[in-house]
């Protein structure tokens, strides 16, 4: 079993920046992609971004430009770098994971998933 925990979620003004971090631990599996997803108040879970075990990346038109994904395998952690963060990216970050080399911007298609980490963002 994979266990996933998101981390650095918070409070930020618009403009601001946040981390958010996703850490595997378990029996973790190789190779793996993980993905982020996040669901606000009254909507759907939408797709932000992945990363394949690769190191390619894959970005939500909403978010590109703005993110950056990253990994390091040694660690069985993954990143979202979000930078000039808006009102509307207020939501539960979620990161899942897959065993397969490449990621899906699908959650159905994740079989692991983290408990979500809050984003608030304030205008």
């Known amino acids: 079993q994979v266990q996933l925990v998101e981390s650095g979620g918070g409070l930020v003004q618009a403009g601001g920046s946040l981390r958010l971090s996703c850490a595997a631990s378990g029996r973790t599996f190789r190779p793996y992609a993980v993905g982020w997803f996040r669901q606000a108040p009254g909507k759907e879970r939408e797709f932000v971004s992945y990363?394949?075990?690769?190191?390619?990346?894959y970005y939500a038109d909403s978010v590109k430009g703005r993110f950056t994904i990253s990994r390091d395998n040694a660690k069985n952690t993954v990143y979202l770098q979000m930078n000039s963060l808006k009102p509307e990216d207020t939501a539960v970050y979620y990161c899942?994971?897959?065993?397969?080399?490449?990621?899906?911007?699908?959650?159905?298609?994740?079989?692991?998933w983290g408990q979500g980490t809050q984003v608030t963002v304030s205008s």
């Open positions: 899942a994971a897959r065993s397969y080399a490449l990621g899906s911007s699908t959650p159905n298609q994740y079989a692991y």
């Open positions: 990363i394949n075990w690769s190191s390619s990346v």
